[in-house]
């Protein structure tokens, strides 16, 4: 069974920082990029970080840059976000995605496998 187990959420203060894994299970990892994405109440999913399959390349949504790492260990089966100077704005469900093709990141639909998300509440 394939698995993407998304933890690390919780409520942070705005200007804080927090990690979130994603524990991977039923595939090969490493031959996957994965992809993190976020969902706010009433809005659409949005890309957050990309990384590719060995961990050599990085994307970042412009929301993203200079504040979140996307990293991997696959000899774990686990992909890492780690935030920072987060704000209200960031406030939402973050999910990981995992895929084997090639293709625009952020593009909801080229992923196979997806995470059931962790809620992120940045919030005073």
């Known amino acids: 069974e394939v698995q993407l187990q998304a933890s690390g959420g919780g409520l942070v203060q705005p200007g804080g920082s927090l990690t979130l894994s994603c524990l991977a299970s039923g595939f090969s990892f490493d031959d996957y990029s994965l992809g993190w994405f976020r969902q706010a109440p009433g809005k659409e999913r949005e890309g957050v970080s990309y990384?590719?399959?060995?961990?050599?390349?990085?994307f970042y949504s412009k929301f993203a840059e200079g504040r979140f790492t996307s990293s991997r260990d696959n000899a774990k089966n686990t992909a890492y976000l780690q935030m920072s100077s987060l704000n209200a704005e960031d406030t939402a469900r973050y999910y990981c995605a995992a895929r084997f093709r090639t293709g625009v990141w952020s593009v909801v639909n080229t992923y196979d496998y997806w995470g059931q998300g962790t809620l992120v509440t940045v919030s005073s």
């Open positions: 990384i590719t399959r060995q961990g050599h390349t990085t």
